[in-house]
Nanobody, 123 residues
Framework: EVQLVESGGGLVQAGGSLRLSCAAS????????IAWFRQAPGKEREGVSC????????YYTDSVKGRFTISSDNAKNTVYLQMNSLKPEDTAVYYC????????????????WGQGTQVTVSS
């Protein structure tokens, strides 16, 4: 059974940092692209970042470039999202997702999803 479990969310002041984790099980991690999405209240889910576990290539949406860093520990089947210089507009539920196809920051691309972790950035 494929499982993705996010952790690391919380409440932080603007300018602060959080590190999200996505622990994966039930599939061959090295074959998959793992992405982070987020969904704020009343808004559509949007792609934030993605990593191809096979070669480590990474992708970011423009609004987080230079502030967020995605990385993977293939030995632990875990992907991380280091979020620095957080802004109130980063407030959302953050989801990780996995798919056999290469990275693409599009919701319909991904077959497997976690339950999400709340990130709240206060001003």
């Amino acid at each position: 059974e494929v499982q993705l479990v996010e952790s690391g969310g919380g409440l932080v002041q603007a300018g602060g940092s959080l590190r999200l984790s996505c622990a994966a099980s039930g599939f061959t991690f090295d074959d998959y692209a793992i992405a982070w999405f987020r969904q704020a209240p009343g808004k559509e889910r949007e792609g934030v970042s993605c990593i191809n576990s096979s070669d480590g290539s990474t992708y970011y949406t423009d609004s987080v470039k230079g502030r967020f860093t995605i990385s993977s520990d293939n030995a632990k089947n875990t992907v991380y999202l280091q979020m620095n210089s957080l802004k109130p507009e980063d407030t959302a539920v953050y989801y990780c997702a996995a798919d056999l196809r290469p990275c693409l920051l599009a919701v319909l691309r991904y077959e497997y999803w976690g339950q999400g972790t709340q990130v709240t950035v206060s001003s």
